[in-house]
């Protein structure tokens, strides 16, 4: 390569960033004149609300009783001699339980 290539591409590379950083710049500028306009244009705006929205309540609402829970509350001793049943049966295991055995 000559000594006049190497120049050229000097030059070339040079104003190829040149013209790389002239963007980049017009870019950011652009950016931060619509960004600041925005921001403008949002702090004006936060002047008419107040600084806090008032909480809302929910609506209070009486607690249904659960049997379920209230049953489960019983102590097991208590359920075995009250004759509380604590498993369920399915309706035939219910009729085998007390069909009478057959005879012989």
Same mark, same amino acid.
């Given at each position: 390569?000559?000594?006049?290539?190497? @120049?050229?591409? @000097?030059?070339?590379?040079?104003? +190829? %960033?040149?013209?790389?950083? @002239? &963007?980049?710049?017009?870019?950011?500028?652009?950016?931060?004149?619509?960004?600041?306009? %925005?921001?403008?244009? $949002?702090?004006?705006? %936060?002047?008419?609300? #107040? =600084? &806090?929205?008032?909480?809302?309540?929910?609506?209070?609402?009486? #607690?249904?009783? /659960?049997? *379920?829970?209230?049953?489960? +509350?019983? #102590?097991?001793?208590? @359920? $075995?001699? $009250?004759?509380? *049943?604590?498993? +369920?049966?399915?309706? =035939? $295991?219910? %009729? +085998?339980?007390?069909? #009478? &055995?057959?005879? /012989?």
């Amino acid at each position: 390569m000559e000594l006049d290539e190497l @120049k050229k591409m @000097k030059e070339t590379l040079h104003s +190829a %960033v040149q013209d790389v950083s @002239k &963007s980049i710049q017009t870019n950011v500028s652009e950016f931060e004149k619509s960004w600041q306009e %925005v921001t403008d244009v $949002a702090t004006q705006g %936060v002047g008419a609300y #107040p =600084a &806090s929205l008032p909480e809302v309540m929910p609506a209070y609402h009486h #607690p249904k009783k /659960n049997w *379920r829970l209230k049953q489960g +509350a019983l #102590p097991t001793w208590y @359920k $075995a001699r $009250a004759g509380v *049943r604590t498993r +369920a049966l399915s309706g =035939a $295991a219910r %009729v +085998a339980r007390f069909r #009478p &055995s057959k005879l /012989n």
